[in-house]
């Protein structure tokens, strides 16, 4: 079986790079096609997992908007699935590019399989645009793999065939239990985490603070930032912060929290880096979908700071709380977690143990049967 796996951004790449490899241990024939929908960032990410694309579409560009991204990622997909004439096409979860690159393989009547499939909020405007490209991914996909039974049972509400299901886990915690093995080995040596342990202080409690979805830009930072001034002045505290590069986040971060006392501005890290700091971290404050997953496997709180999530299983499970963009609501929470969190009692992760990757592997080698 030819597969040809797509992907654009550093989530993906560092989801895809554990079933990019066990593909290659079952002796498929795989390429990777890169549209670098990300850049620094997504190669950053596949020098550490050692994955060289076979393509590489190179479509980043400043301030680009959604719709040309996506006709270029079409008009390039057509380009390369013409050379290559996979018989799957393995995209993954949310993106542009996922949505962009399942519709090209339709177009050549081309299967598709869609990894981290069947998370919903239903609300088309949050996540934007990901909860579309999801949903348009799914109406596409030939194969859908499921992290999770609450995954599952979306797409079968929305008519998804059983047989078409396959429910694996989520392939991120392969990949954070492959990086923790790594950087724990006595012999391997990362700069950046060898810096990062020089410049922050090891006596408090880290809470760790990303952040970069759309519809936080303008209010929802300014409160975010608010509540972290305010959470700051505990003594017992360091803020931990690598701020995301667009404009919309970076500007208002640096205006709000630049040097103040407790709290560390950092550029943003790479993957093992930013493992490493969830490892070191009390607690992790963000709007991202795959710190939700990591966090349970690392015996971390998270605090959400979005109103819906497509991941309920970590906030069912009590590992995650959804407290929104309200500025006292993020304060008062992260003062809770601070003063009484001593761990959980439950450390099952709901999003898998890191088998997700031999589950797809094994779907596919039956198919091939």
């Known amino acids: 079986m030819q597969i040809l796996m797509c992907f654009g951004t550093r989530p993906e790449a560092i989801k895809m790079a554990p079933l990019y490899h066990e593909l290659q241990k079952n002796n498929f024939d795989v390429k990777v096609c890169v549209t670098a929908q990300h850049r620094e960032m997504l190669d950053q990410v596949l020098e550490f997992f050692k994955i060289v694309p076979d393509y590489d ?17 079409l008009f390039k997909m057509d380009e390369v699935l013409t050379a290559v004439k996979p018989d799957l096409v393995l995209v993954h979860g949310d993106t542009t590019t996922s949505a ?8 050549l009547g081309i299967k598709v399989g869609h990894v981290e499939a069947g998370l919903r909020t239903y609300n088309k ?42 429910e694996t886990g989520n392939t991120v915690i392969d990949a954070l239990l492959w990086t923790i093995d790594k950087i724990e080995d006595e012999h391997y040596s990362h700069l950046e985490i060898e810096n990062l342990k020089k410049i922050l202080p090891v006596h408090k409690k880290m809470v760790l603070v990303t952040g970069h979805r759309r519809e936080n830009f303008g209010e929802g930072f ?27 986040v970076k500007d208002i971060v640096y205006e709000k929290l630049a040097s103040k006392t407790n709290i560390y501005l950092i550029p943003p890290v790479s993957y093992p880096a930013f493992v490493w700091l969830m490892q070191q971290s009390f607690l992790i404050v963000t709007d991202s979908g795959g710190i939700q997953e990591e966090a349970p496997t690392l015996g971390k709180p998270v605090l959400v700071t979005r109103t819906v999530s497509e991941r309920p299983e970590g906030v069912a499970a009590g590992f995650s709380v959804l407290v929104g963009t309200e500025q006292q609501i993020i304060k008062d929470n992260i003062d809770l977690i601070l003063n009484c969190f001593s761990g959980f009692k439950n450390q099952i992760n709901p999003y898998g ?11 596919l080698l039956n198919k091939t049967e």
């Open 125 to 166: 405007l949050a996540p934007f645009p990901e909860e579309i490209n999801r949903q348009f991914t799914s109406i596409i996909a030939d194969i859908h793999f499921t992290p999770t039974a609450a995954a599952t049972q979306n797409l079968l509400k929305e008519g998804i065939h059983q047989e078409a299901i396959v």
């Open 57 to 73: 579409l190179d479509l980043m560009q400043p301030d680009q908007t959604l719709n040309r991204l996506s006709a270029s990622i």
């Open 222 to 248: 300014v409160n975010l930032c608010e509540a972290l001034l305010t959470v700051s002045k505990r003594d017992d505290v360091a803020i931990v912060y690598p701020v995301h590069l667009n404009p919309n």
């Open 353 to 363: 143990m890191g088998l997700a990757s031999k589950r797809i592997v094994v779907h």
């Open 100 to 107: 962009m690159v399942a519709l090209s393989a339709f177009h």
